[in-house]
């Protein structure tokens, strides 16, 4: 019993790791413009004029 829930972990863990390097690897294709602050969070991107 034990084998199936490592096997579940290295799968998710290998998961993970493949959506990071795609995640980083992607280029964004929206980028803020020039002069605006913007923050992003795992889940949540914010973007505002600077002051």
């Given at each position: ?14 998961l993970a790791l493949c959506l990071g ?23 949540l991107s914010v973007t505002a004029p600077?002051?």
């Open positions: 019993m034990d084998w199936i829930y490592r096997g579940f972990e290295t799968s998710l863990l290998g390097l795609a995640a980083c690897l992607m280029p964004s294709a929206d980028r803020p413009p020039g002069g605006a602050m913007s923050i992003t969070l795992p889940m600077a002051p």
